[in-house]
């Protein structure tokens, strides 16, 4: 049984959530419970409540049990970007890109 969770349009860089999500992939959902929990970085935050969201969907919708989940694929893709114009001397404008990520976190049972 595969169950999952997903957040759109998060404003994250989907690069550096990606080296976030490496650190959980493939282990049981109390050890990357502990890894997202521990992380001083931003996506690791993120990443924790949509991994809690993921647990919750398997718990309440179909009854897992949540020792026996484990993180089965986690992966991020890249959202729209929004682009800004910051000012500069002269005349001149610089592009600042603001980019958002969907997160999507699908936990198994191992069945």
């Known amino acids: 049984m595969q169950t999952q969770a997903i957040?759109?349009?998060?404003?994250?860089?989907?690069k550096k959530a990606r080296a976030?999500?490496?650190?959980v992939r493939?282990?049981?959902?109390?050890?990357?419970r502990n890894i997202l929990k521990y992380s001083t970085r931003k996506p690791?935050?993120?990443?924790?409540?949509v991994l809690e969201s993921a647990i919750a969907n398997a718990e309440n919708n179909h009854g897992a049990d949540v020792d026996e989940l484990k993180v089965?694929?986690?992966?991020?893709?890249?959202?729209?970007?929004l682009k800004r114009i910051m000012p500069r001397a002269k005349g001149r404008a610089d592009r600042i890109l603001k980019p958002?990520?969907?997160i999507t976190i699908k936990v198994s049972d191992g069945h």
């Open 100 to 102: 958002t990520s969907h």
């Open 44 to 49: 690791a935050r993120i990443l924790f409540k």
């Open 7 to 14: 957040l759109k349009f998060v404003r994250l860089s989907p």
């Open 20 to 23: 976030i999500a490496d650190l």
């Open 26 to 32: 493939g282990k049981p959902v109390d050890e990357a």
């Open 72 to 81: 089965k694929e986690i992966y991020i893709d890249q959202g729209p970007v």
